[in-house]
């Protein structure tokens, strides 16, 4: 929903600990353009408080008595689909790959609790929470995930009559993500074969603090080599390498990784736009690029770019993305060769890669 400058995005705070709650409902009450319209102290309190206050979006707690955040975010996906963001205290890898599985639950992203008053940094975290409540509320149309379909149906059939291999190899798969991505990257990760010939290199607009509990999450629920990328090293076949915090990610003509603090690109660092382009040039028309759900234009010209020097492209499709921001950008300037699920674009990559 697009919200006016005259309206009030409404939110509903999840918490069981009332102290906390109080807090985020000042943080988000803070905003001129956020209404706190209910808090709830449990998961059964929480669905009921959508259904009758029909939030916008929805600050959610894992751990709570009675019924949990999973299931509440589930029941709330099935009856009153909302944008929420799971909002927790900790970014401790463990406890992140648990915050995760909400994602799968049909939670959208993972937010971190601001600071306290007083902090250094509590001004800059607060509104890091205002920016995602903001970012979420205008997400149109919010359902829990469907898994794929059976690979013989005509969807995940059909497009891929028209992907062939290259008359070239492919040596390396770059992809880029943002909202909705870490569900899209776990539907494709799990449909690669685990002996991939080449390596993966992903960037995922993410929130500091919560990477290394996403590459976690990502590598035990799809089984495949998934780790967080160290700057030099050199990269494997059958293994992802995802984009830490706060650094840019490329490659260099040897094809190893590199990492720098190079100034943002469209607002972001990690940027899907310094991938591409650092793909672009070690790699040339030998590279795969992909862009998942997301809102924004990162990537979108870099993809282009990687299509013009002969790089297969692939962009997913609007029916399985949350938000077809990056992707439907990508596709109306004519960068995607190709136009598929995430299941579909981990078949075609199949095809290609293995191709002789």
Known sequence: MKVGEDK??????????????????????????????GIAADGREAVEAARRTRPHV?????????????????????????????VSASSAPDNVAIQFQAIE??????????????????????????????????VKVVRRWVRPKPPSTATASGPLKQVKPTHWPIRVVAIGASTGGPLALQVLLAALP???????????????????????????????PVRLAVNGESLLPGHAYVAPDDFQMGVNSEHHI????????????????FLFRSVEAAFGAQAAGVLLTGMGVDGVEEL??????????????????????????????????HILSPEGIAKALTTIVSAP
Do not use: C
Request: charged share 20%; proline share 6%.
């Open 58 to 86: 929805i600050t959610m707690d894992i751990h709570m008595p009675g019924v949990d955040g999973f299931q509440a975010t589930r029941n709330i996906m099935e009856t009153v689909p909302t944008p929420i963001i799971i």
């Open 105 to 138: 639950a049909g939670a959208l992203t993972v937010a971190a609790l601001p600071h306290g008053p007083g902090h250094p940094e509590h001004e800059d975290s607060a509104k890091q929470l205002i920016d995602a409540v903001k970012l979420m509320s205008e």
């Open 258 to 273: 590199i990492l720098t603090r190079h100034e943002r690109e469209n607002g972001m660092r990690p940027s899907v736009s």
């Open 8 to 37: 009030s995005i409404r939110v509903l705070i999840v918490e069981d600990s009332r102290v906390v709650s109080e807090f985020i409902s000042r943080v988000l009450n803070s905003d001129p353009m956020i209404e706190v319209v």
């Open 304 to 337: 282009w770019q990687l299509r013009k020097v002969g790089a297969i492209t692939l962009a997913q499709d609007e029916e399985s993305s949350i938000i077809h921001g990056m992707p439907g950008q990508a596709i109306k300037a004519g960068a995607a060769m």
């Open 194 to 224: 685990k002996d991939l010939s080449v390596p993966v290199l992903v960037v995922q607009h993410m929130t500091p603090g919560f990477t290394h509990g996403f590459v976690e999450w990502l590598a035990k629920s799809t089984g495949f």
